[in-house]
DNA sequence: TGCAGTACTCACCAAAAGGTAAGTAATGGC
DNA sequence: GCCATTACTTACCTTTTGGTGAGTACTGCA
């Protein structure tokens, strides 16, 4: 999902496209409070693989979204951190996080989890 | 992605596993305005198979997103509504509806799309 | 009798997403 | 010399998602 799709026939549609997938809305919110290394992503996105996050951030920085800054010490750092883009649009997805948190207990329900 | 997928690890990972996939953004948009028959949703979402569209609308109207109504009459009708859960959760995709269309050509240019 | 229209349903296939496990490069400390 | 640490990278595989095309049930109407 976060591959080329493209010409996008409405803004939502736009927005999945960048944000969606198992993991991306996680990398974003983990990334709300300031910038991370990538260990520290692996280990608060418990379940992810070192080859998915990597390539999420990657689509991510692709997409303008997360500014990848690496600091040249050994062993390396390298620090994720959200651009202005990625922040406006971690916003952005603040009302749908309140929905899911309100819904949770009837979509576990619903669906037997 | 609309197939199961619990314990949530936050709101937004519930909502995710909701309105997630390819097409469902664009159903619940499509229905924000009123009922629609099965028929006008596919001329509507130009591309989708008959089978996503189906199956998709199953999928939200077993996790309570949207009503199904049929009325025997020949040739059959069936009409698909958002219900009030629905309708929350299409005003919580707003923003993010608003996010995309703002920064639709961004995404375009940097995905050569 | 048979065709039109609607809303599905099914079997099969292709593509995309995601997971696992192993390996690499760089260097400071023992 | 060798191990630890960090951030990847690669090859391979499974699962999920999405697409195609044909078929079904119902009944009014020509």
Redo the contacts between chains.
Sequence with gaps: ?GG?????????????????G?WK??IL?ELHEGARRFGELRRSL?GISEKMLIQQLRELE???IVHREVHREVPPRVEYSLTE?GA??N??????????????D???A????
Tied chains: 1, 2.
């Design positions: 999902m080329k799709r493209g010409p996008f026939s409405c803004g939502l549609d736009a927005a999945v496209a960048v944000v969606g198992k809305p996680l919110w418990s692709a997409d303008g883009t406006s649009l916003k952005a997805l603040l009302p749908l996080g309140d929905w899911g948190e309100e819904h949770m009837h979509i576990r619903v669906r037997g989890v």
